[in-house]
C-alpha cells in the first residue's frame, strides 16, 4: 500500500507539475469597466415607461413616445458596466484565444423600485486559433473601431452597422470571410408588425478588406450577400439581399475623424437596429426587398492631453413601397451629438453629451428626443 500510495502522490505531482507547464504557457486577462450614467431626457410624445429600451440607450425607433406619460424624465444606471476574460496560450507558435464578456444592457426584468437588478448579458463568446475564429462575436460587416467616442452606449446609432452574431471568420492579413448567423426580419402586405422569420438554411456571407495608409490612416470595406427567407403560416418566399459598407479613421494633427457609409437592398437588421426592416411581402407573399442608405461623420478634437470632445451627425433612410408597407413604417432617422469628456488619469473618465434624435415614419408621423447625459467611466 506505502508504494501505491508514493506513486499516486508522484504521479499527482507530475500533473500538477505539466498543468503548471501549461498554466506557464496561458495568459489570463480580465478587463472591463465600471459605468455610471444620469440621463435627463424630453420626449417630443410623452416619455417610454420605466425599462423601456429607448430610457437605456438611444433606439431609433423607440423614441415616438408614449401618449399620457409624462414628457421629461430621469434615469440614474450602471447597466453599461461590463466585465471579460480572455486566455492567450502560444501552442508550439500556434496562438490559441478564447473571450467572454457580459454586461447588463437591454433587459427589462430589473426595475427602480427597490434592487435595480438586471439580468447578465452575452456580448462576445469566441474562441480563435491562429486565422481563425468561431463563436459570437462583431459581424464582419461593421467596424467597431469606426464608432465615435460618445457616451452614448451606440452613438451613432442611425448610420451604422450593429450587430453582434455567432459566425466563422478566417482572417489573412487585411481580408476577412466569414459565414454568418441568418435572420430575416419583413413586414406583411399592408403595414403590421414585424414579422422574424426564425427560419433559413443559408448562411450570411461577409468579405471585407482592412487597409491603412502612410499617414496613419485606418479603413475598411465591407460587403455582404444574405438570403431572405421566410417559411411561416403558409408563406414560402425567399430572395437575395446584398449591401456595402465602408469606414474610416483618419489622423487630423492630434484629432481624428471617423465615418461610416452603408447601402443595400435587404440589409434590415444590419443598420440602424433594424430601424426597417430587410423586405416586405406583396399581395402575392413573395418577398420584395426593402432599399436603405445610412452614414455617420464625426469629429474629435482633442483641447489638451485631458481634455476632449467629439461632434458626431448620423442618419439612415429606408425607401419603403408605401403601396406595400402602408404608411406607418419608418421611413428617416437623424441624431446629433456634442460632449465634453476630461480624463483626470488614464483609466478614468467623466463627461457631459448632449444629443437630439429624430424619427419619421413614413405617414409624416414623427418623434423627437432631447438628452442631456452624464457619465462615469472606470477602465479596469
Known amino acids: 500500500m506505502k508504494n501505491a500510495k508514493v506513486s499516486l502522490l508522484a504521479a499527482a505531482t507530475l500533473l500538477a507539475l505539466g498543468s503548471s507547464a501549461a498554466m506557464a504557457e496561458t495568459e489570463f486577462k480580465f478587463g472591463g469597466y465600471v459605468k455610471a450614467d444620469v440621463m435627463f431626457s424630453d420626449y417630443s410624445n410623452g416619455a417610454p415607461d420605466s425599462g423601456n429600451l429607448s430610457r437605456q440607450f438611444y433606439v431609433p425607433g423607440t423614441i415616438y413616445g408614449t401618449p399620457g406619460n409624462g414628457k421629461q424624465v430621469v434615469d440614474f444606471q450602471a447597466r453599461e458596466s461590463r466585465f471579460n476574460f480572455k486566455t492567450t496560450t502560444d501552442l508550439d507558435g500556434h496562438k490559441l484565444t478564447g473571450f467572454i464578456e457580459l454586461d ?28 481563425w475564429t468561431v463563436g459570437q462575436t462583431w459581424s464582419t460587416f461593421m467596424n467597431p473601431g469606426s464608432l465615435p467616442e460618445n457616451l452614448d452606449f451606440v452613438g451613432a446609432a442611425d448610420g451604422t452597422p450593429f450587430v453582434r452574431q455567432t459566425q466563422v471568420r478566417y482572417t489573412n492579413g487585411g481580408f476577412q470571410f466569414a459565414l454568418e448567423n441568418p435572420e430575416t426580419t419583413v413586414t406583411p402586405n399592408g403595414g403590421g408588425s414585424r414579422i422574424t422569420s426564425g427560419s433559413g438554411i443559408v448562411p450570411d456571407f461577409v468579405a471585407r478588406y482592412n487597409f491603412k495608409t502612410q499617414g496613419g490612416a485606418k479603413f475598411t470595406l465591407a460587403g455582404i450577400a444574405r438570403q431572405l427567407n421566410l417559411e411561416k403560416n403558409g408563406i414560402d418566399s425567399q430572395t437575395m439581399g446584398y449591401g456595402v459598407n ?36 406583396d399581395a402575392y407573399g413573395d418577398i420584395k426587398t426593402i432599399s436603405s442608405y445610412g452614414g455617420f461623420a464625426s469629429y474629435r478634437h482633442w483641447w489638451n492631453d485631458k481634455w476632449r470632445s467629439s461632434f458626431t451627425l448620423s442618419g439612415f433612410k429606408a425607401d419603403n413601397d408605401v403601396a406595400l408597407t402602408g404608411g406607418a413604417v419608418n421611413e428617416e432617422s437623424y441624431s446629433g451629438y456634442i460632449n465634453l469628456l476630461y480624463s483626470p488619469v488614464k483609466p478614468m473618465t467623466v463627461g457631459v453629451e448632449y444629443m437630439y434624435a429624430e424619427n419619421t415614419k413614413q405617414n409624416g408621423d414623427k418623434g423627437e428626443l432631447n438628452r442631456v447625459m452624464f457619465s462615469v467611466k472606470y477602465v479596469l
Open 104 to 131: 447588463f444592457m437591454t433587459h427589462t426584468d430589473g426595475n427602480e423600485r427597490v434592487s435595480n437588478s438586471y439580468s447578465p448579458r452575452i456580448r462576445h463568446a469566441f474562441v480563435s486559433y491562429d486565422n
Open 246 to 281: 465602408f469606414t474610416g479613421v483618419i489622423p487630423v494633427g492630434d484629432d481624428d475623424l471617423k465615418l461610416s457609409a452603408t447601402a443595400g437592398d435587404g440589409l434590415g437588421r444590419y443598420m440602424a437596429l433594424n430601424y426597417a426592416n430587410a423586405g416586405v411581402l
